[in-house]
């Protein structure tokens, strides 16, 4: 477990026979799908992420192969590699570490040492589940904090308007966006809430209707880029 299966690889140069070649690519590709199950038990992801961390040992350890045991332009083609996945598209924070992990695997198959790419897999996909199961970071409240947008017509002064209505339903309430439409006609508050335990989502919505003259009025689960880098 603890020694690479190619020969001279401490003197800085791999020999690589067919043997240890589809060792290394199997291995590594194993672990990635082991490690994509894994992370689909606790994370939401499209098919095309767990088929992209599934793969991405085998390629990585492919591109150290052929570097011949060059660990440092392996590395920094492979970084190359790892940033492609998220050139077009931002990645959650969750995401970015399952593609690191998966290089470091492909890495490790790479240079030769299969056990050591188990074992880190094994511990990484370990510290992933307890951290997902125990919810390291997680808001208790996270299912009461929503986002409220009210359409008001343009001669209802917003600012005090609704104190007595949020000071009822929510815990805190914070404007975050005022906004102009219907050519000026109309405004668009978005605020940032956090409901009351026992408070009444219809009530609320009924209550606010009243004051705003039945315009629009919408309220979701607030969207946290917490996650996101």
């Known amino acids: 477990m603890t020694e690479s299966i190619f020969t001279n690889i401490t003197e800085g140069t791999a020999t690589i026979g067919t043997a240890s070649f589809f060792a290394c690519i199997l291995s590594a ?3 990635g799908t082991v490690m994509a199950l894994i992370y689909r038990i606790k994370n939401s992801s499209s098919q ?4 992209t961390l599934s793969v991405i040992p085998a390629a990585v350890a492919m591109v150290i192969m052929l570097v011949n045991g060059d660990f440092g332009t392996g590395v ?5 590699f790892g940033l492609i996945r998220f050139r077009s598209a931002p990645g959650t924070a969750k995401e970015i570490a399952a593609i690191f ?5 492909g890495l490790a198959c790479g240079v030769g040492y299969i056990g050591y790419a188990a074992a880190f897999a094994a511990i990484m ?8 199961f125990i919810g ?8 009461r904090q929503k986002k409220l947008t009210i359409t008001i017509p343009e001669n209802l002064d917003y600012s005090r308007v609704f104190d007595d209505l949020f000071d009822k339903y929510t815990v805190s309430h914070r404007l975050v966006n005022v906004k102009t439409t219907n050519m000026g006609s109309l405004f668009k508050l978005a605020y940032d809430v956090e409901l009351k335990t026992d408070a009444s989502e219809k009530g ?3 209550e606010l209707r009243c004051r705003n003259g039945n315009l629009e009025i919408n309220l979701h689960r607030r969207e946290s880029s917490i996650g996101e880098l």
């Open 29 to 31: 590709l194993a672990i």
């Open 48 to 51: 095309s992420f767990l088929v």
């Open 76 to 80: 920094a083609v492979a970084g190359a």
């Open 101 to 105: 992990t998966a290089m470091g695997v």
């Open 125 to 132: 996909c370990g510290a992933m589940l307890l951290y997902g």
């Open 136 to 143: 390291l970071g997680s808001e208790k409240n996270e299912e």
């Open 204 to 206: 609320f919505i009924d």
